[in-house]
DNA sequence: ATCCATTCATACTAACTGGTATCTTCAGAA
DNA sequence: TTCTGAAGATACCAGTTAGTATGAATGGAT
């Protein structure tokens, strides 16, 4: 199965799960998970509800998955940053902008995944839950790796994870597109801010792309 | 009416009312708002539904009393900071620490304010919207306040005030009354990390009350 | 002791909605 | 043109629950 080339029955299929992912986050984001019915999912994708049975079993799995995609995003971000295999106070620099970043493009999705976690099947909020921990432990293990080597000045890494990640996503409830400032603007001053909370010994190593 | 001495009508009301608001905070935390159905409340309280119609009008209106206390709390303590007519600098010091303190007491509205917006009335939402913004505005002025005497470095006071708010905010995700760190630690860890956010002219100032 | 009013339990309804059984339609093959 | 099978629309059901009408019971006043 894995690496065999797409046939076009794949790519329609994976194309409906992905619209019907997109409207569901629309309006999951807009009223709410329980006040979102799977009609009102159906009328905005122009279909009507065995539709998205077809693609997706359930209500929940919808909402399981929304809120996953969240966390994988910010996730990708960490991962990538380490992986560049630089310093812990150059990692940083380099996360955090682009977390910023990621945070406001997928901000409807992480959202949900805030509001919505009591609504998620058992089963799904435990999953759920994992892909928190292993975030916030992936910043958590740069932070305490910059203290033992001496580029960051951090009293309690665990608590100035939580603080950076609470500061940044703090940003879904917030941030508004249409507004005066643009998203690379907040990026570079809600960077600027985070990294400042850190104290890092070189603070001029602040990298936003544009 | 106002002024008037309370009778013991009055006490007896206002302690259906305050228990009720418990058990609804309670089990609203755990479950949800939607799935929290009003005779689960009824049977923590061991009485039934009408019991509850008596004291709040509907179901919304719980949630929307639960809502406000949450904002409530925060704006008590930074007006509170503020009435001690002291210098930018020093209202921050004392207000972060006791901020981070009601949010801790308060984790269960906060969790729920941020979570079950959507299910608010229109109009109890709007009220909300209010507190909010009311309750950053105060933030972000005495940060500009200290910007511009001197006392606080920090570029854009908005952002900063969101981002020490999203961090503080962030506690009622993560903070564990049973985990290992006490109240009082968390209080004072976070505090200083927020603080240290702000480069304060004087950062020797930090107060924590035990 | 009796009466009365208020409070709350019982029992019910009406509305909503997630999920599904059935039928229709339409694209492509032969 | 006809056949076939799958995708999706129609129509429906079953379970849930906010809210309420009615009646019982309790406690205070006289």
Redesign the pocket.
Known sequence: MAGERMTI?DEVAAL?RERTLAAATELFYEKGY???????V?ERL??????I???F????MLLAEICASGVQAAQAEIDAAIALGKGPGETLSVFVPRYVEAIITTRKAIAINIREEKNLLPADAVTLARLRHKFVASVEDVLRRGRDNGEIEVTDPRISAFAIVGAVSWLTFWYNPEGPLAATEVAERMSAVVLNLLETVQPDTLQIDA
């Open positions: 029955g409906k329980t006040n979102t019915t799977l009609d009102d159906a122009g279909v009507t509800k065995p539709f049975y077809k693609n079993g359930s209500k929940h």
